[in-house]
């Protein structure tokens, strides 16, 4: 008895799964008053939670599954619950039918149900073989205004489902959150924004920094500033994540490590001094393309794609927005302040430059020279 | 369409187990195909283990044993282990899931049992969970130290992850309570991650000649090690050899192995050998990796037939079922699908990086390689040749990735 436990553990790390895990694929289309749909319960499950094989030969038959669909359909609607917020709905089975899944045959419950009054709220409660094989799912595909799908779990066994567009919801409150997170924590973009932002409320003039007298002009010069990287990099973002374009990493992650260095340098010794949108824009396109890469390793949701890549961009947006709002207050106030001038812009500005260099040489040359988050 | 009761080869140690449930030889992409009613009662549909079944009943027996007593743990533990055991033996996830069930009482205590912590680290490894399984086997050595399964089963679960030299600390202690083979293979299987493969080759060669000469489990891993050693160093005749030993004793114990039998088939398919790959596997498509290896052979042999087709299709429908499931124990596999059969580099370099992050076998570094290369992203290459430097693995096919994208 130990003998085999020895080996058997050494190899079982490598062990590929020959099968699937259990599942069960549960459709649900709710019309009105009236529900239809149908559950799909794999017959090896069936087995081993009730027995199926009735003379035990290893081969289960249609004749087989036939007789036991009293059972079968006994044993399946114990497990499953339809309510809507106020009472429970009345589901019945059918009929019994095969369908065939990517690991073999599963009975096919065709379900039937009516609510008393159409539902707004749908709440599922699923309780199938959980008992016996902890790493079942239920896999449910809802159709309820529009196409909602779950999984339950062990630890998810209900599930509450409003009409039309619960499922979307949560899509777009997902992809705003993830384009949010992305930019606060890709130091790369804070830093090349920070930098744009630094003298935001300085007048750029052949003597240096000046400070500008209204805060009108400079929040509108600004304003066009990010609005013009906006929308170039929710150009290439888009394009880029729809697959349309796809650029070598290394040449973008070069690139904008390139673009931190020029915001940094040209807060020391402007170079440009009119028509930083237009620089703006055509910086938005190189970090556009760099943020899509965070955003293929996400994936799009199939049917959701538009609504996820405008979600995605509205996060990156607010999260841009943010640190606007939190450096753009703070340089107007101590604008006058020689301190912020040559502190703050010089000192912050020189720290962003070598940054940017660190971060250009390793990505262009792919060396490793520090770590900070690059 | 329906499932016809298709004849199998033998998957298992004893005729018996082949008697596993078939896959759909005919099946659909979509997981919500058209159901239908079967034109006879006659007709099989799937195909489960008989009632004559000794491994069968044996679980019959133990899980009615536990359904009298199950807040019982030593009832409890019987079972587990002989569903784990059948599951081992035919890959399959349910019997994992019958195990974590009988468990159920302590499977949520952090101080569970220590005969549960090895069975609940052991079902957290199958399922890819492998820092929670290294949870509970710190948890069970800080205990027990001396207890030799939960040592074996870290330095198995240590190497996947990448660290052979926190591995080899582990099979250094496992002493003299494990055979002598076992505790070899554990050491050399480590080292030779370590820049000492030369010499864990020659150790293990001179503990296989010592051992009697009848196949068993640890012969036919120590020989599976020798011929992946001997692979990596570049040695192709010395591998081909090893290989057919380890075959040889794979027969011999009347097994499937199919860690072996897809090292064998990625090293015979770069051999040219694709046919010999496609006759040995045409069999064993039932089980997903040795599935991918039948068609990559088949995709080698460049006639692109209908049997080809066909495996592709399957490994797509598995590769499907399993995300929308929401698993991620196949994204090796299916990185080696997505960049070798479908054509599509940046996708696997995707699965690939992921994958890199659970699993740092020298077959995930290849996979990433190879991945990077197609894709001309050097950069993907960098985590790789940092785990290179690390562990000074000698490998003669990473070095020839590395060397073509320079």
């Not at chain 1, 003298?199 to 052949?206: C, Y």
């Not at chain 1, 979600?311 to 709002?325: D, K, P, R, Y």
Request: charged share 20%; proline share 4%.
């Amino acid at each position: 008895m130990r003998r085999w436990l020895f080996v058997w553990a050494l190899l079982v790390s490598n062990a590929v799964h020959a099968h699937k895990p259990s599942d069960s694929y549960l459709q649900l289309k709710i019309d009105d008053r009236r529900i239809g749909g149908e559950w799909d319960i794999a017959l090896r499950d069936l087995e081993y939670a009730i027995g199926i094989d009735a003379n035990g030969d290893g081969a289960i038959t249609w004749g087989e599954v036939r007789a036991q669909r009293d059972a079968i359909t006994a044993y399946a609607m114990r497990g499953l619950k339809i309510q809507t917020s106020s009472e429970p709905c009345n589901i019945s089975v059918s009929d019994l039918q095969i369908a065939d899944h990517s690991d073999g045959a599963y009975a096919a419950l065709i379900l039937n149900g009516v609510c008393e009054t159409a539902p707004k709220i749908i709440k599922v409660d699923y309780d199938l073989l959980f008992d016996l094989d902890p790493t079942h799912h239920g896999l449910l595909n809802l159709d309820f205004g529009g196409t909602q799908t779950a999984i339950f779990r062990p630890d998810l066994r209900h599930i509450e489902f409003r009409e039309n567009g619960g499922a979307a919801w949560s899509t777009f409150l997902q992809y705003l959150h993830e384009g949010l997170w992305h930019v606060w924590t890709g130091y790369d973009h804070m830093l090349f924004l920070g930098g744009l932002m630094l003298p935001a409320v300085l007048r750029r003039t052949r003597q240096g920094w000046l400070p500008a007298p209204k805060l009108g002009p400079a929040l509108l010069d600004t304003f066009r500033i990010a609005t013009a990287f906006t929308i170039a990099h929710a150009l290439t973002l888009s394009l880029a994540a729809m697959g349309v374009i796809s650029l070598p990493s290394r040449l973008v992650e070069s690139l904008v490590a390139a673009t931190v260095v020029f915001a940094g340098i040209n807060n020391l010794f402007p170079m440009a001094y009119r028509g930083l949108w237009q620089l703006a824009f055509f910086f938005g396109l190189i970090h556009g393309a760099a943020i899509a890469s965070a955003l293929l390793e996400l994936g799009l949701p199939s049917g959701q794609r538009v609504l996820a890549l405008l979600a995605f961009n509205l996060g990156v947006e607010a999260a841009q927005l943010t640190i606007v709002g939190v450096v753009l207050p703070i340089s107007f106030i101590f604008r006058y302040s020689p301190l912020y001038r040559r502190a703050v812009v010089i000192l912050g500005s020189m720290v962003i430059t070598g940054i940017g260099l660190i971060w250009l040489i390793q990505r262009a040359l792919a060396i490793h020279l520090i770590s900070f988050g690059s | 369409m329906h499932l016809a009761a298709t004849s199998r080869r033998n998957m298992g140690m004893r005729p018996i187990h082949s008697v596993i449930f078939s896959l759909g030889l005919v099946f659909s992409l979509n997981a919500y195909a058209a159901p239908y009613v079967p034109l006879s009662d006659a007709e099989v549909l799937a195909q489960v283990p008989t009632r004559l079944d000794p491994e069968a009943r044996a679980l019959a027996g133990l899980r009615q044993q536990l359904s009298k007593a199950p807040q019982n743990l030593d009832a409890a533990v019987a079972y587990a282990e002989e569903a784990l055991k059948i599951g081992h033996a035919r890959s399959d996830p349910r019997y994992y899931g019958y195990a974590e069930a009988a468990l159920g009482p302590w499977w949520a205590l952090n101080d569970a049992p220590q005969r549960v912590l090895v069975l609940r680290a052991t079902i957290h490894q199958f399922f890819h969970a492998f820092d929670s399984a290294r949870t509970d086997l710190d948890r069970a050595l800080a205990r027990n130290p001396g207890d030799s399964q939960a040592r074996l089963i870290r330095a198995t679960v240590l190497q996947v992850q990448g660290y052979p030299d926190k591995a080899l600390a582990d099979c250094g202690q496992l002493g003299q309570q494990v055979a002598v083979l076992i505790s070899t293979a554990c050491a050399s299987s480590a080292s030779s991650l370590m820049g000492r493969a030369k010499r864990a080759d020659a150790l293990l060669g001179f503990v296989l000649d010592q051992s009697k000469p009848d196949a068993t489990d640890s012969k036919l891993w120590a020989e599976t090690l020798r011929a992946e050693i001997a692979e990596r160093l570049g040695r192709t005749t010395d591998a081909q050899a090893a290989y057919q030993r380890a075959l040889a004793t794979m027969d011999a114990l009347g097994v499937n192995d199919a860690y072996l039998l897809a090292a064998w088939a990625d090293f015979s398919i770069k051999q040219g050998q694709s046919s010999v790959v496609i006759d040995r596997l045409k069999g064993l498509a039932d089980v997903d990796n040795l599935l991918l290896r039948l068609t990559l052979a088949e995709h080698a042999t460049g006639k692109h037939d209908e049997s080809f087709a066909q495996h592709k299709n399957m490994l797509e429908a598995r590769f499907a079922a399993a995300r929308q499931r929401g698993d991620a124990v196949h994204l090796r596999e299916e990185s080696i699908y997505q960049l070798h059969l479908n054509s599509d580099p940046s996708t696997a370099l995707g699965l690939a990086q992921k994958n890199w992050k659970t699993q740092r076998e020298p077959i995930d570094a290849l996979i990433l390689l190879e991945a990077a290369q197609a894709t001309h992203q050097a950069d993907a290459a960098l985590l790789v040749k940092e785990w290179m430097r690390e562990t000074q693995i000698e490998d003669e096919r990473l070095n020839a990735v590395l060397g073509a994208m320079k």
